[in-house]
C-alpha cells in the first residue's frame, strides 16, 4: 500500500513562505505552518502546461492555479513548489465555495465574542458557511452563480468579482516572489470550464507581458490549450488535471 499526500509537493516551499508570525514555540510544539494543498494537481498541471507551452519546467517560472469549489494558486519555481496560497489548513487564501479565504484573524474573534460562538462554531462557519455560498445566500456551485450574475443580482455580482480578483491578486504576488512569470495556468472544475473567470484573472496582467487571446479561450473548456497570442512574453494555458495518473506514477516509482 501507498499513500501519497496532496501535501507533498510543497514540502519545497522555503521556511520564509511557511512559517507564520506566530510564537515560534506553536512551530515546534504543533508544527503550525503552512502545509498547503493540492499538491498532486499542481504538479501534474505545471509539467504538463510546461510541455505544452514548450518550455523546460526545471528552468522556469510557473504559476498555477486549481480553481473549483475549493481553489489554490501555486508559484512553481524551477519545477518546485515555492509558496501556495492554501496554509496551515485548506481554508486559507482564496474565496472559494463555502471557505472565506484570507480574512483578518481579528474579524473573526470579533464575531464569536458577539455571536457567542465556540471555536467549533467558528471554524464551521469558516469553512462551511462563508466563501461565495455565504456572500450570496445561494449556492456554493459557480453555476449557479453565474445564473445570478446575468441575473443582474448584486450579491452574485460582489461574490463573483471577489472570487475573480483573488486569484488575480495571487498571480501577482507569486510573479512579484519569483521575480516574473514565464507560464500561467488554469486547471479544476472552474479554472478548466470557465473562460469568464480565465478571461477575468488575466485581463490587466499586459504590464506583466501577458497577451491574451480570448478567442481561444472562448471555446476551451476540459481541454489542454494555450490561450496567449503567439507573441506574448508569458504563456497562458488550460491543462485538464490528472491527480491520478500522478498518484499512480508515483506508486510506480516508488514500488518499482
Same mark, same amino acid.
Given at each position: ?84 496560497? =492554501? @496554509? ?8 472559494? #465555495?463555502? &471557505? ?5 484573524? !481579528? $474579524? ?99 504590464? =506583466? @507581458? ?8 472562448? #471555446?476551451? &473548456? ?5 490561450? !496567449? $497570442? ?27
Amino acid at each position: 500500500q501507498v499513500t501519497v499526500f496532496d501535501t507533498s509537493f510543497h514540502q519545497t516551499i522555503p521556511a520564509v513562505n511557511y512559517m507564520y508570525a506566530l510564537p515560534y514555540e506553536y512551530y515546534e510544539k504543533y508544527r503550525v505552518r503552512k502545509y498547503g494543498f493540492h499538491g498532486t494537481s499542481h504538479k501534474y498541471v505545471a509539467r504538463a502546461g510546461a510541455k505544452l507551452a514548450g518550455i523546460d519546467p526545471d528552468r522556469s517560472k510557473i504559476i498555477t492555479c486549481h480553481i473549483g469549489n475549493g481553489g489554490s494558486v501555486t508559484a512553481v519555481l524551477n519545477g518546485r513548489s515555492f509558496d501556495t496560497s =492554501m @496554509g496551515f489548513s485548506p481554508l486559507d487564501g482564496l474565496v472559494m #465555495g463555502t &471557505r472565506c479565504g484570507q480574512v483578518d484573524a !481579528s $474579524a473573526i474573534t470579533f464575531i464569536g465574542e458577539k455571536e457567542g460562538m465556540s471555536y467549533a462554531d467558528l471554524d464551521t462557519m469558516m469553512n462551511k458557511k462563508s466563501g461565495v455560498m455565504g456572500l450570496t445566500g445561494i449556492s456554493s456551485d459557480m453555476r449557479d452563480i453565474d445564473r445570478a450574475y446575468d441575473e443582474g443580482n448584486p450579491r452574485a455580482i460582489l461574490a463573483r468579482d471577489m472570487y475573480y480578483n483573488r486569484i488575480k491578486k495571487f498571480v501577482g504576488e507569486y510573479a512579484a516572489e519569483m521575480g516574473g512569470v514565464d507560464l500561467i495556468v488554469f486547471t479544476g472544475g472552474v479554472g478548466e470550464n470557465s473562460a469568464e473567470m480565465r478571461e477575468s484573472v488575466c485581463t490587466g496582467l499586459e504590464f =506583466m @507581458g501577458v497577451r491574451f487571446d480570448r478567442n481561444a479561450n472562448a #471555446g476551451a &473548456r476540459g481541454v489542454d490549450k494555450i490561450l !496567449s $497570442a503567439a507573441d506574448s512574453k508569458v504563456k497562458v494555458a488550460v491543462v485538464a488535471t490528472n491527480e491520478e495518473l500522478v498518484i499512480a506514477t508515483d506508486t510506480y516509482n516508488l514500488v518499482k
